[in-house]
């Protein structure tokens, strides 16, 4: 027998009236990631993108463009009337295919190894419908599971279960599978009659074991893969879930997380082994750390790549940025976007940089600006150097050659250059290029006034004395 022909379809049309929201659930983001990518993420690995469609409907634009690099395929459905009416909407799409693994574009935690079970089972077993189903200790909100025997015969909703039914803990995961040409035989027998007016998929348990077809279920082995994010409680939930498993999948590799809980570590992020996390740190996005770095408390770093040895110290805001191999930061130094700090640099408190490159060993350490600037080796900015980037209309480059010493309390406006071995004196408004080796004073004369304090002061007292 040739090898049967299977798709997965992601329910993902839905509003999600009960997070009160003006984004679509499916977007909503748990781990750093919205629900939907999870989703994708596990079909994926079970199936080719092209066997893969994700029914979306309700901000449909914005799900498809979230999720657009899956190369997964979509189908509309519009208006959504129900998770039996998102498959009546996929029937075309869905005929090429002998079989289907139904999944639920908002229950984040699933895994490749049980999508795999389900796909399996309902394939060996070849009924009409299986039904993914979990044990839980409270199923309240979920369909509960009504049996005879192996046979599966309806699935009933939370609101319309009887308080007998409502003491079944076996649930409806909202993943199945089916057999297509049952399916679609069928489902034009679904209706809304039921207190959501909805057309329920669920329902088709009753509609083919009524057609003497076979409805099947299968136990998930976690019941936590199956939870579903319906309202905030439950997305921080789920969040909360994936945060913790991140922190002990990180210490299984090596890495210390003081205090694990009050960290933020996004899915996606790699930590290289012996690198210390302190409490309360956020680590975001595509960052990706290396090896014996510690990073101290209240840091929020997103989307940057750290090399090794890198020392990050308390409170530092890092974005969209390269840290290269031993350099130091902190505490409170602020790297935005496109910045490179190089092998053994240093970027101390209160400075704040912005698409700057800041050369190997050199070092700005206190109360500095850097805004599009490119500064080469062995630098020394001094305290509250400010670069003056931006002239209103438009944003201008400063170039500081290696081993340049700039002296405390600078301001360079750019377009400029400091040349190579250059010297700036402490307090210079510089607007001209700087040669070589030369130093810059730009600054008015010291003048002395000498006894001027004392005949100051005398005259004072002669006038009160009146
Ligand atoms: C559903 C099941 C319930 C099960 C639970 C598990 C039904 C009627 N009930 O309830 O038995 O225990 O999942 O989590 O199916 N969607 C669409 N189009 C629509 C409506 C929904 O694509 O018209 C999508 C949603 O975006 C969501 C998924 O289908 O991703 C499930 O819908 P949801 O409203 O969350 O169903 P539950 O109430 O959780
Ligand atoms: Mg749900």
Known sequence: MARPRIAIVIMAAGKGTRLKSKHPKVLHEVGGKPLLAYVI??????????????????EADR???AVSQSGINFVMQKPQKGTGHALMTAREALQPYDHIIVLSGDAPMITPDTIRKLRDFHVSQDPAMTILAAMLADPTGYGRVL??????????EQRSATSQQLKIREINSGFYGFKVKSLFRHIDKLSTNNPHGEFYLTDMAEILSRSKEHVL???VDNPAEILGANSRTELVEIDQRMRTAKCHELMAEGVTIFNPSSC????????????????????????HIGSDVRIGSFSVISNCE?????????GCVLEDSHIGNRAGLGPYSHVRPGCEICEEAHVGNFVEMKKTRLGRASKANHLTYLGDSDVGEEVNVGAGTITCNYDGIHKHKTVIEDGVFIGSDSILVAPIRIGKGAYVAAGSCLTDDVPPESLALGRARQVIKESW??????GRAAKKAE
Do not use: M
């Open 41 to 58: 993420g596990a079909a994926t690995q079970v199936a080719e993108p092209k066997d893969v469609f994700a029914i979306v409907g309700h």
């Open 63 to 65: 799900v498809r463009q």
């Open 147 to 156: 049996r005879k025997g192996q046979n599966v015969q309806r699935v009933v």
């Open 217 to 219: 279920s299968v136990n």
């Open 264 to 287: 933020v570590i996004d899915a996606d992020v790699l930590v290289g082994s012996d690198t210390v996390i302190e409490p309360f740190v956020q680590i975001r996005g595509n960052t």
């Open 306 to 314: 750290i090399g090794d040895q890198v020392n990050v110290q308390t």
């Open 453 to 458: 304090a004392r005949q100051k002061r005398a």
